[in-house]
């Protein structure tokens, strides 16, 4: 059963406009959530992350945004970049409750474009 | 740079043929991890170890078994190798279980 999803598989968007990218979970006691990039060929690279205290967290162009309540969370890039056309993966795990059995789990990937 | 290496970056191999997939870790992390990712498919994690603890997925195929001699190499043989298990393996590191995990490149396996 997939706990995490994302449910686009692919976003194409103008260069300087915002990308928004969403993801959806299942489990109530995930606590950590992730957003790694991934270019083809190359494994995924860490880009930003949000514990359920905070429902926002900002580095640069990127911004996650949590939604404990509707178990969403969503990756805003602006402005966007050709450079940002990547593959984004969001993963989620149960950082309060962890234990030496726990894990992450991830979505499926959005594919995102960003055209010159 | 702190970093997490996985040699070789492309792997073929013959059904049947056992293989090796090697990763190793500057970063000084506890927790060393294999997945396997198939195409448009999210990573699926193999096994991972906490320091010399071994933590099998219960799904993860008897085929697949891992070693960690010491804290920065981390190894994923493959017995026998089918078809289906062509995919790219990824190794992560992390300094604990549920944190922030780094990835290496990938090795792509293709089973001939």
């Known amino acids: 059963d997939q706990q995490v999803k994302q449910n686009s598989p692919s976003l194409s968007v103008q260069e300087g406009r915002i990308s928004i990218l969403n993801c959806d979970y299942t489990?109530?006691?995930?606590?950590?959530f992730l957003w790694y990039k991934k270019y083809p060929a190359e494994g995924p690279t860490f880009l930003i992350s949000?514990?359920?205290?905070?429902d926002k967290n900002e580095d640069g162009r990127f911004t996650v945004f949590l939604n404990k309540s509707a178990k969403h969370l969503s990756l805003h890039i602006v402005p966007s970049q050709p450079g940002d056309s990547a593959v984004y993966f969001c993963?989620?795990?149960?950082?309060?409750?962890?234990?030496?059995?726990?894990?992450?789990?991830f979505g499926t990937g959005t594919s995102l474009t960003v055209i010159p | 740079d702190a970093m997490v290496i996985q040699n070789p970056r492309y792997q073929v191999t013959q059904f049947g043929k056992p293989v090796t997939l090697s990763c190793s870790q500057t970063?000084?992390?506890?927790?060393m991890y294999w997945y396997q990712q198939k195409s448009s498919q999210a990573p699926k994690l193999l096994f991972h170890?906490?320091?010399?603890?071994?933590?099998n997925e219960a799904d993860t195929p008897d085929n697949f078994q891992s070693r960690r001699p010491n804290t920065s190499f981390c190894f994923l043989d493959i017995r026998s190798p089918g078809l289906g298990d062509a995919a790219m393996y990824l190794c992560?590191?992390?300094?604990?279980?549920?944190?922030?995990?780094?990835f290496g490149p990938g090795t792509r396996l293709l089973v001939l």
């Open positions: 992560a590191t992390s300094i604990f279980v549920g944190e922030t995990q780094y």
């Open positions: 489990n109530s006691m995930f606590d950590y």
């Open positions: 949000i514990s359920s205290i905070k």
């Open positions: 993963a989620a795990s149960a950082l309060t409750f962890s234990n030496t059995g726990n894990q992450f789990y």
């Open positions: 970063l000084n992390h506890n927790v």
């Open positions: 170890y906490y320091d010399k603890d071994f933590n």
